[in-house]
């Protein structure tokens, strides 16, 4: 059974810090190209960052550059990111996507909710 559970979320001031994770299962992690996307209320969904199987190419989105960072663990099938200097835009809910290279494989988490706000 494939299930991807993401964890981290929460509420957090201004120019605070959060570090998302989501755990996989069920799957061939490491065969996966990790992303994370977030949706506010009201918006479509966003993607927010990207990595590569190996963990060795990453790419953000330009409204988190320099702020968000996407890494991943394969021993632990685990992707993270952490997000720092948040601000109120970056309210959401953060989904965790993994995806095959032929995109003949989609998996998407429950996603955490992420709150910043004083």
């Known amino acids: 059974q494939v299930q991807l559970v993401e964890s981290g979320g929460g509420l957090v001031q201004p120019g605070g810090s959060l570090r998302l994770s989501c755990a996989a299962s069920?799957?061939?992690?490491?065969?996966?190209?990790m992303y994370w996307y977030r949706q506010a209320p009201g918006k479509e969904r966003e993607l927010v960052a990207v990595?590569?199987?190996?963990?060795?190419?990453?790419n953000s989105g330009d409204s988190v550059k320099g702020r968000f960072t996407i890494s991943r663990d394969n021993t632990k099938n685990t992707v993270y990111m952490q997000m720092n200097s948040l601000k109120p835009e970056d309210t959401a809910v953060y989904y965790c996507?993994?995806?095959?290279?032929?995109?003949?494989?989609?998996?998407w988490g429950q996603g955490t909710q992420v709150t910043v706000s004083l």
């Open positions: 996507n993994a995806r095959t290279i032929a995109n003949t494989r989609n998996y």
């Open positions: 069920g799957f061939t992690f490491s065969s996966y190209t």
């Open positions: 990595i590569t199987r190996s963990g060795g190419s990453t």
